[in-house]
């Protein structure tokens, strides 16, 4: 078992940045993919970003160039590092785990989840 808890969200001003964190315990977390996720009310859960193991790294087209995943093992925490943000990724932002070697896009693809931290952003 792994369990994941998201912190790092809140209230920023267009423009503005977060880096949102989501830490790991249980199983060896080194070996885990890590996607990134966020879902507004009524809609389906939308990929943003993934890290494999190995440190490669995927995004969303809403995300490159502004958001950055990356994780430190040695600490079994993730990060989405969000910058320039708009208020269309106001969102709940969920951190996800996936021992699959690659890091998938489908919520579907992951085995473990967080409990989600609301961003908001302002006009």
């Known amino acids: 078992q792994v369990q994941l808890v998201e912190s790092g969200g809140g209230l920023v001003q267009a423009g503005g940045s977060l880096r949102l964190s989501c830490a790991a315990s249980?199983?060896?977390?080194?070996?885990?993919?890590m996607g990134w996720f966020r879902q507004t009310p009524g809609k389906e859960r939308e990929f943003a970003a993934a890290?494999?193991?190995?440190?490669?790294?995927y995004y969303a087209d809403f995300a490159k160039d502004r958001f950055t995943i990356s994780r430190d093992n040695a600490k079994n925490t993730g990060y989405l590092q969000m910058n320039s943000l708009k208020p269309e990724d106001t969102a709940v932002y969920y951190c996800?785990?996936?021992?699959?070697?690659?890091?998938?896009?489908?919520?579907?693809?992951?085995?473990?989840w967080g409990q989600g931290t609301q961003v908001t952003v302002s006009s």
């Open positions: 249980g199983r060896t977390f080194s070996r885990y993919a």
């Open positions: 996800a785990a996936t021992g699959k070697q690659l890091a998938p896009r489908r919520p579907s693809e992951y085995d473990y």
């Open positions: 890290i494999r193991w190995d440190g490669s790294t």
